[in-house]
């Protein structure tokens, strides 16, 4: 009888064992869609001066952390992409992709850090970028 327990504990725990490494395996986590461009829209990177007061305010609240925002104002749909606290000035920002796709808009963007022979302020900044699109109701997704 014990022989018979401890047959069925060891099948209980290989079954178990099994699951856990399917679903690893499987990829349990998140998995980035594959969006088709259907036409990349104009748009223009906004100066600070430029930016809605509003959406300037919940930049300055959102700083301290990456964020991803979307402002529609009646003058244009607005993007803003911030990379949170970085050691240094030097870094900039690139818009790597900007499309229409059937699922939305879809925007991505990369954060360079300053050149090892660059001269940078030694305080800390907080690098984000401002887009602006015509006004337009789409669904954003920011691919990393």
Known sequence: M???IGRLLLFFTAFAGCVLLGCILA???KK???YVKL???EFTVVEEADVPRELLDVIQEK????FKITYRA???????????????????ITVEELFCAKEGLC??????????????TAAKTY???VIKLEPMEVKVHFLD
Request: aromatic share 8%.
């Open 39 to 41: 036409r990349e829209p």
């Open 32 to 34: 980035e869609e594959a």
């Open 2 to 4: 014990k022989q018979n």
């Open 63 to 66: 700083k301290e952390e990456e």
């Open 27 to 29: 990829g349990c986590g």
């Open 107 to 120: 925007i991505k963007t990369k954060l360079t850090g300053p050149a090892a022979d660059e001269k940078v």
């Open 127 to 129: 690098p984000y970028v």
């Open 74 to 92: 009646e003058d244009g749909l607005y993007l803003a992409k911030g990379y949170g606290s970085q050691p240094s000035g030097g870094y900039s």
